[in-house]
Each structure stands twice: as C-alpha cells, then as structure tokens.
C-alpha cells in the first residue's frame, strides 16, 4: 500500500539496512533519480536503494559538482523514501560544509529517511570520482567529519567515502579508511579504484563493511556483484546507470517524433496505461477518495 494510504508506522529503514549487512547480505542499491524510478526497482525486486548525487544534478539539469542545496537534496529524499518503502543511501556529497555543518545534515537526512548518509573528502567544488583534477581535505579535516555525522546519527549508518587513491595512492587510502573506522564509520567507499586486485588489497587491508561502486565509463573495471562480493565488498552501487539508460531512451523518442512526426512504433516499448496505474496504486487512491464522498454524502443527507 502507499505510504500516504497505509495505516501502518513507517519502518525504520536504517534497522533494516544494518540487519541486512549483519546478515551477510550482498546490498545490491541501483541509483534510482526519481520517485518513480525507485518504485519501479522495488516492483522488479530490490532492497535497497541508492540517491546519487551525480544523478540528482543531471536530473536539475546541472553538473556533479556540488550545487544544489541540503534543502533540495532533503525534500527530495523524502519523497524517494515514501513512495519507494525501502532503504536508501544517500549521497551527500562533502556534507554541505564542515564539521558542524554535517551535524545538521546528518539530521536532516535522518528525519528525511535515509537509511545510510555517505560523506566524501574531496575539497568543493567537487568532481565525479572517476574524473582527474580532484583534490581532498586533509585526512584530520575528513576524520572530524566523519566523527560529527557518527554523533549526529540515531540509528542512521555513516559511509566514508575517499577519492584519495587517485591522489596520493593506496596507502594513504587504506589510512584512511582505518581512521574513518574508528572515527565511527559503519562503511567505507574507496572510490576509483582500477582493478580487481585493487579492491581486493584495500578489502584486505580496511575490513569491516565495505562499498563498491560499478559505474558506467569510470575508472573501474566492470564487475559483476557476486564478483565484487567474492574481493570483500558487502554493497555494490550503481549510481547513474538508470539515469543514463533512460536519458538515452527519451532521446531516441524525441528524434523519431521529430523525424516521423509520430510514435506508434514505441508503443511496444512504453509502459501501458494499465501498468503505470498498477505501479503507483491508482486505484487504491480513487477507493479512498470514493469512501470520502459517501461520507460527505451521508452526512449531508443526515443534516437535512
């Protein structure tokens, strides 16, 4: 039933996200950039979820670089949570400041029904991870960043994500990783790493609960999920691929309606009427709204 239907209390997704991870599940989190994306992820199958940053800023038209605001983000996040039900990790990119502005963004975020808040330590304005010309905070800058979302958190998990491989190296990555574990962190996301023995080193290395990022024409290699699960990895995000494949699609459309003029050779591959009711419980709506008007009705003819 739909959320703003049920009767239901709201689950508490974060719960839900850990006891998967306790449980040894692979978290497998498509990016989803829409709320009707993510209810189309959760009808085909899927646990949990991921908010991309990189997506959600191709989706306002502007590029991943640190733009919009918590606002925006926290507004949109709700409702991804509401109409999907499940447990989102969500990109927050640098935290929308220091220390003591990630304090609010953690609680922000928390009320908002994230499940999982990732915090990376490039230095704004920010770049995707699988570009070059990035550069980070110091590691105590991104350790105290890590401890405040740690403190501010209930029951939310806190991702450490660094891009400080492509900069200075494993070494300095792995370091990272551990001091961000003890700061609090309950996952790290090494980000960009270029090979199979890359994520197996660093998964040696860090331990604990650790995320995976199988983007599109990046810097790493194409690996499946259960390939990822066998170097160490419990999560494994695909951040933009949605967005990507829809953006394509919606693109082929328009040049045949420019072309043609019309679309009735897509009508195969659209969703039908029937199916995007189905999806977003059209009718369950328009029974609630029925039972309404008889009320109204009832107590109408009771005051005559």
């Given at each position: 039933?739909?959320?703003?239907?049920?009767?239901?209390p709201?689950?508490?997704?974060?719960?839900?996200?850990?006891?998967?991870?306790?449980?040894g599940?692979?978290?497998?989190?498509?990016?989803?950039?829409?709320?009707l994306?993510?209810?189309?992820?959760?009808k085909?199958?899927f646990?949990?979820?991921y908010f991309?940053?990189a997506?959600?800023?191709?989706?306002?038209?502007?590029?991943?670089?640190?733009?919009?605001?918590?606002?925006?983000l926290?507004?949109?996040?709700?409702?991804m949570?509401?109409?999907?039900?499940?447990?989102?990790?969500?990109?927050?990119?640098?935290?929308?400041?220091?220390a003591?502005?990630?304090?609010?963004?953690?609680?922000?975020?928390?009320?908002?029904?994230?499940?999982?808040?990732?915090?990376?330590?490039q230095?704004?304005?920010?770049?995707c991870?699988?570009?070059?010309?990035?550069?980070?905070?110091?590691?105590?800058?991104?350790?105290?960043?890590?401890?405040?979302?740690?403190?501010?958190?209930?029951?939310?998990?806190?991702?450490a994500?660094?891009?400080v491989?492509?900069?200075?190296?494993m070494?300095?990555?792995?370091?990272?990783?551990?001091?961000?574990?003890?700061?609090?962190?309950?996952?790290?996301?090494?980000?960009?790493?270029?090979?199979?023995?890359?994520?197996?080193?660093?998964?040696?290395?860090?331990?604990?609960?650790?995320?995976?990022?199988?983007?599109?024409?990046?810097k790493s290699?194409?690996?499946?999920t259960g390939?990822?699960?066998?170097?160490?990895?419990?999560i494994?995000?695909?951040?933009?691929?949605?967005l990507?494949?829809?953006?394509?699609?919606?693109?082929?459309l328009?040049?045949?309606?420019k072309?043609?003029?019309?679309?009735?050779?897509?009508?195969?591959?659209?969703q039908?009427?029937?199916?995007?009711?189905?999806?977003?419980?059209?009718?369950?709506?328009a029974?609630?709204?029925?039972?309404?008007?008889?009320?109204?009705?009832?107590?109408?003819?009771?005051?005559?």
């Amino acid at each position: 039933m739909t959320w703003m239907l049920e009767r239901e209390p709201a689950q508490n997704h974060a719960v839900k996200l850990r006891e998967m991870l306790d449980a040894g599940e692979t978290v497998v989190a498509p990016g989803v950039f829409n709320p009707l994306t993510a209810m189309i992820a959760r009808k085909v199958g899927f646990d949990a979820l991921y908010f991309s940053g990189a997506a959600f800023s191709a989706s306002l038209g502007i590029p991943d670089i640190g733009l919009f605001t918590l606002a925006e983000l926290t507004d949109s996040v709700r409702w991804m949570t509401r109409a999907s039900g499940l447990p989102f990790i969500v990109d927050a990119d640098t935290g929308f400041g220091e220390a003591i502005n990630v304090i609010r963004t953690i609680r922000e975020l928390e009320l908002a029904g994230a499940a999982a808040v990732q915090i990376e330590d490039q230095v704004l304005p920010k770049r995707c991870g699988h570009l070059d010309g990035k550069t980070v905070v110091s590691t105590d800058a991104f350790v105290e960043k890590i401890a405040a979302a740690a403190q501010a958190r209930e029951n939310m998990l806190i991702i450490a994500r660094t891009d400080v491989r492509a900069i200075e190296g494993m070494e300095a990555a792995i370091e990272r990783g551990r001091l961000c574990k003890e700061a609090g962190a309950d996952i790290i996301f090494p980000e960009a790493m270029q090979s199979p023995d890359e994520f197996r080193m660093y998964a040696d290395a860090v331990g604990g609960n650790l995320l995976a990022n199988m983007t599109e024409f990046g810097k790493s290699p194409y690996l499946t999920t259960g390939e990822f699960k066998a170097l160490g990895y419990n999560i494994v995000i695909f951040p933009v691929s949605t967005l990507r494949a829809a953006a394509k699609t919606t693109e082929a459309l328009l040049t045949d309606l420019k072309r043609h003029g019309t679309l009735v050779d897509w009508l195969p591959q659209m969703q039908t009427r029937a199916e995007l009711y189905d999806l977003i419980e059209y009718d369950a709506y328009a029974a609630v709204d029925s039972t309404i008007a008889l009320i109204g009705d009832r107590a109408y003819m009771s005051g005559q």
